[in-house]
Structures are given as C-alpha cells and as structure tokens.
C-alpha cells in the first residue's frame, strides 16, 4: 500500500503502536524485564511527543534518514547495555517461536544501520546486533517443527472465512493450503523472477512476500482464468517498442488478491530459512472492475475495493490471542516504512504526520481490474497510468506456482541483496571472534 506524503510516493507502513500497559513491553517473555524484552524497548521504542511508541510494531521506526536515534546519546547507549544484557545470558530461556521473532527483529535493526557508513559508535552497535543474531538463532531441524499462527487466527473465529457486503475483516480457511485450496499462489516465468521483488526488496530479504489469488468459482475457475491471461504476451510491439495490451482479459467481479508476508530466520550454521509465521497480509477484494477516480496524488478505492490488512502482534501471539493477528481497523495510522523519501518523522520538523493506512491502497492499485495487480503490470505505476507505455522489452503473464518454488526463487533472488551480503558478512565476522 502506498501513500503520496510530502509528493513522494512511499510504501509499507509502520503502523503508530502507542506503547501502553496492553502489551507491558513483554513481547518475547512474560517477564516485561526479561533482557530480551529490555532489547525490543531499546531498539523500537520512539518518543512521539509525551507519548512513548513503537513497542510490539511490526518494523522498527528507522528511516535512511535517521541521523541520532541509536547512533548517539541516551539511546544509543541504552542499545549497548540492553544488548551486552542479552549476551550475557547463560540460559536465554526463550521459546524457539521468541528467539525466531527476536531475531527478526535484530535482523531488521542491523540492516538498517550498515545501510550506512560506521563510526565507532556504530559498529560497536552492529557488533552486539550480529552477535545477538547469532546466540538467539536455532537449529534448522527446530524451524521445520515450528508450527504457524495463520490457523490459530482462523479457527479463533474471530474474522469472518470471506468477503461481507459490510466490509468486515476475514482471513479464509485455505489461504496457505498447499494446491488443495482456492486461492492459487503467483509467480512469474522467467530465471530468477519472483512475484513481489519490490517488497522483498525494501526489505532486504528479510521477509518472503507471497501473491495469491482466488477468482469466484474456486481453484478451477482461478486457474482458468490464469490459463486464458497468459494465453499470449502481456505486451504487444509497434515501431520496436514494447507496450501494455489494453485488452488484457480481466477477472470476474468477487475476485480477491492477497500478499501475504511471512518471516525469515537464519539458523546456526547460517543459513537463511523461511518460516510458517506471517507476520503480515493484504487482501483487496473487488467489487468493480472500474478504475477509481483519482486526483492525481491519491486515491480512494471505495465503492471499488474492499481492503484488508492484518499485522502480527508478538505480545498477543504470546497470549495465546488469534495467532497474534489483528485487523486494522479503518482509523489505523502509520509512518512509511520503504520505498519513501527516508527522512525520520520523529527527527524532522515537519514531517511527522502519519497517514491513515487503509487510505493508502489507491496510491498504487487504482487501475481497472487485473491491470491494479501489480504482479501483472510488473511494478508500481501510481494512480490514473494509461495502459500502454515503453517498457523495453517483451513481458509475460504471472503464471501458477506453489509456495515451495517461490520460496526457493525467493531466497536466489535475497541472496543478491547488498542489504543481505552487508548483514551476512558481519555474521561471519562475529562468528571468527
């Protein structure tokens, strides 16, 4: 989802999470002083005015424009202690789902800063987030055995299985189901082609993004009509320059899209690992096939689509709570998390007003039909594009897979990531001290 904010087209949103008694900061352990609950405060908490937030938000509030939180002063020297805290622990006496989460976590906050020049100060601080990384991960065999939260959310009852004509939240039964289900998981044909490069690039790798679909009829009809969209080029060449067909064969009415996003986690020996937990999910489910009316910088899906977010809670999945899934309601707020223009809201005068989220899904899917599914257009055109434009080269229709092979193609496409290469070189480095 995307938010025109200060004329700059940004992307996920780091949702504003007031740290209230609800969650105690005790994300990880029951105990709230529990070392590793120590850390999460240390590395995520923000002051937004007289509130303190951040505790239990899914991604850490750190921007590219960042300059003091965590680099200097009082914060950064509470991340040191914090860390050398958790280090010190001769029994870490975390569950294998915490030290996964907690790990995450780290990962998120160590990627953030080698994505800039160190001083001193800063790689005392990645020293302590690699070596952290390394003494909470687990062993591979312990990951495999590791049971998701998707079907605790379900079976709590507390969202609808499918789409209401009032708008109510719902997560349906056989969303992840392995080829037996109605929704059918995207990919796209070529060597090395991944369904969401974008997301799994503003994110470092750290995350696998999965693009599923269910049209109205089921997995017969889904892949009927999958079948029909990539009956021929999604591009038609005139004078030797490709362009978008405008007649490209649009779903039915009912047809819901899904992103689904789940962890990564790298075991002992290093290696990377996707998880069953998700940790975040989109749906857009459409009522029309028109394109909303937009005024250029931003636009509201309503009466069109129906949209849907649900972002993990480590402290509710730790209760026992659906899974740790909550759905946003329509008042959510939320800073830009990727793809914006990288200045701290918090540090920057000016600049720290946060958007409604589920407001921002115009700014990116505003198109007609199948041309707002990003996975066909094969990227973020923004509101009111026309449907044929130069794009250099011949492009296919995204074509059936299954999680398995996306999950292989994601983690080729990660390891590329300068992000992933800064973080795994300084794994290695710790692991030779």
């Known amino acids: 989802m995307l938010l025109s904010w200060a004329g700059t087209l940004v992307g996920f949103f780091t949702i504003l999470s007031p740290s209230t008694s609800a969650s105690d900061g005790a994300v990880y352990h029951a105990q709230s002083d529990h070392p590793a609950n120590v850390v999460h405060r240390a590395l995520f908490e923000r002051q937004d005015g007289d509130q303190r937030v951040g505790i239990d938000a899914l991604d850490p509030y750190l921007w590219p424009g960042t300059k003091t939180h965590l680099l200097t002063g009082e914060s950064h020297q509470q991340a040191i202690e914090s860390l050398d805290a958790l280090l010190a622990l001769e029994d870490l006496d975390l569950s294998v789902r915490a030290r996964v989460l907690l790990q995450r976590d780290l990962w998120a906050v160590l990627a953030w800063l ?39 959310a379900v079976t709590s009852r507390r969202w609808q299985k499918a789409p209401t004509k009032d708008a109510r939240p719902f997560l349906p039964p056989d969303l992840l189901a392995k080829e037996a289900g109605d929704w059918v998981t995207l990919g796209k044909p070529g060597p090395g082609s991944i369904a969401a490069p974008v997301h799994v690039a503003g994110f470092g790798g750290r995350s696998a993004f999965f693009v599923k679909i269910r049209v109205p009829g089921g997995r ?34 009912g047809t819901t899209v899904a992103l689904v996003r789940r962890a990564l986690a790298i075991t002992v020996d290093g290696q990377r690992h996707v998880t069953p937990f998700v940790t975040q999910i989109q749906f857009r489910h459409y ?71 589920l407001e921002t899904c115009g700014s990116c899917h505003a198109q007609p039909g199948v041309y707002s599914v990003a996975t066909v257009m094969g990227g973020m055109s923004g509101p009111g594009a026309i449907m044929a434009f130069s ?19 994601l983690l080729k496409h990660a390891s590329e990531l300068d992000s992933w290469k800064r973080v795994a070189r300084w794994l290695e480095k710790v692991g030779q001290q």
């Open 287 to 357: 009522l029309s096939l028109e394109a909303p009316p937009t005024d250029g910088m931003r636009t509201d899906l309503t009466p069109f689509q129906q949209v849907f977010e649900f972002e993990l809670s480590r402290a509710a999945w730790r209760r026992g709570e659906s899974g740790g899934l909550h759905a946003l309601d329509r008042e959510s707020r939320g800073f830009p998390s990727i793809f914006g223009h990288g200045v701290d809201p918090f540090e920057s005068e000016g600049h720290g007003e946060e958007g409604v989220v």
């Open 391 to 409: 794009i250099g080269e011949e492009r296919l229709a995204p074509e059936p897979t299954v999680d398995a092979v996306e999950i292989d193609r």
């Open 220 to 253: 017969d009809a889904t892949l009927r009509y999958l079948e029909k969209l990539g009956a021929r080029t999604l591009t038609v060449a005139r004078d030797g320059t490709y362009f978008f067909r405008g007649d490209l064969p649009h779903f039915p009415v």
């Open 114 to 152: 080698l994505g800039r020049e160190l001083d001193v100060s800063g790689e005392a601080l990645a020293g302590r987030l690699a070596r952290a990384m390394r003494r909470v991960a687990v062993e591979k065999e312990s990951l495999e055995l590791l049971e998701g939260n998707y079907a605790s």
